[in-house]
T-cell receptor
Framework: DAGVTQSPTHLIKTRGQQVTLRCSPKSGHDTVSWYQQALGQGPQFIFQYYEEEERQRGNFPDRFSGHQYPNYSSELNVNALLLGDSALYLC?????????????FGPGTRLTVT | GENVEQHPSTLSVQEGDSAVIKCTYSDSASNYFPWYKQELGKRPQLIIDIRSNVGEKKDQRIAVTLNKTAKHFSLHITETQPEDSAVYFCAASILQGAQKLVFGQGTRLTINP
């Protein structure tokens, strides 16, 4: 049973560039949430994708966008990178059922903006 | 907006002693409270969770308690072992719709041998 996977593991970008991060959910899961974890902080909710649509969004600017594919995998795109975007980006997968709601995290992508 | 406060930020206990981490949430609609353990450089791992219709839940050395009236919930670890050393995060969520997790700031737990 494959767990949540993310790619790449690490990424170094320059201010103003654009980046795409990828996430494959746990087998059987249909929902993907993205979180940003700054150093020494708890994860912060960016948005969630279900049925290929953004279902809810946290307090992040429009520079952050995403996509979900029919196979439930997801991408997080960040445009016009700022130094403050440096963080660990985590995706979490879950099943959209009231009886099965646990979110399982991937290993994360460490993004460094210079 | 929703907010979860967690304390202490750091906790050091002797091996074999108990550790308690406390969280307070602001949104009275929250009804799901998971706890995650994150070791250095690793992903957050779900270790235990509780729903609002339950006051306490145990899993071996780990227990979580919930006080809905006070909007408090706590993680209790008994007979601590060196492998319990990690950062622990509490979170709160509403089991409806997106079920986004709102996390506390984390507690760095160190078990001293």
């Amino acid at each position: 049973d494959a767990g949540v996977t993310q790619s790449p593991t690490h990424l170094i970008k320059t201010r103003g560039q654009q980046v795409t991060l990828r996430c494959s959910p746990k087998s059987g899961h249909d929902t993907v949430s993205w979180y940003q974890q700054a150093l020494g902080q708890g994860p912060q909710f960016i948005f969630q994708y279900y049925e290929e649509e953004e279902r809810q969004r946290g307090n992040f600017p429009d520079r952050f966008s995403g996509h979900q594919y029919p196979n439930y995998s997801s991408e997080l795109n960040v445009n016009a990178l700022l130094l403050g975007d440096s963080a660990l980006y985590l995706c979490a997968s879950s099943l959209d059922r009231i009886t099965s709601y646990e979110q399982y995290f991937g290993p994360g992508t460490r993004l460094t903006v210079t | 907006g929703e907010n979860v406060e967690q304390h202490p930020s750091t906790l050091s206990v002797q091996e074999g002693d108990s550790a308690v981490i406390k969280c307070t949430y602001s949104d009275s609609a929250s009804n799901y409270f998971p706890w995650y353990k994150q070791e250095l450089g690793k992903r957050p791992q779900l270790i235990i969770d509780i729903r609002s219709n339950v006051g306490e839940k145990k899993d071996q050395r780990i227990a979580v308690t919930l006080n809905k009236t006070a909007k408090h919930f706590s993680l209790h670890i008994t007979e601590t072992q060196p492998e319990d050393s990690a950062v622990y995060f509490c979170a709160a969520s509403i089991l409806q719709g997106a079920q986004k997790l709102v996390f506390g700031q984390g507690t760095r737990l160190t078990i001293n041998p």
